[in-house]
């Protein structure tokens, strides 16, 4: 697990155990003890606190280096940076507006405010584009 300010990347002290992925499938951008499943979900948004809340509801980690949530009103898009890795049961939340902070288990979009209050759906997209998780469904 990765937080970060926007600036600096800070890990977990549980490490990720890696091996060599097999470059012949078409999953070799994962290591090979990390799920790429739909396992993951967006389970809230609160467009005025700026908090978007993602849980693993798997068996296994998730690697979502390089996946993207996007505000689909607006159109933004928060890249989730290398090493951000959400294990099962676990929930991350990803913050932006004025008062976002990067703590245990979240990471900081943006300080700009970034969910349109009226409201604001979100979706989540794996490395390949496909649409792992929407909210509200």
Do not use: C
Request: glycine share 8%.
């Amino acid at each position: 697990m990765a937080t970060s300010d926007g600036k600096n990347i800070i890990f977990n002290e549980e490490p990720v155990q890696e091996h060599s992925p097999d470059t012949s499938t078409a999953d070799a951008k994962a290591p090979a003890n990390v799920s790429i499943s739909s396992s993951v979900e967006i389970i809230g948004i609160d467009l005025r606190s700026e908090i978007v809340t993602i849980n693993n509801t798997g068996s296994e980690p998730v690697d979502l280096s390089g996946w993207e949530l996007v505000s689909q009103k607006g159109d933004q898009a928060f890249n989730f940076p290398a090493g951000t890795v959400i294990t099962p049961g676990e929930t991350l939340k990803v913050k932006s507006g004025p008062d976002a902070q990067a703590g245990t288990n979240s990471l900081v979009w943006t300080n700009k405010n970034i969910w349109n209050n009226q409201g604001d759906p979100g979706a989540l997209y794996d490395l390949n584009g496909n649409t792992i998780s929407e909210f509200p469904r």
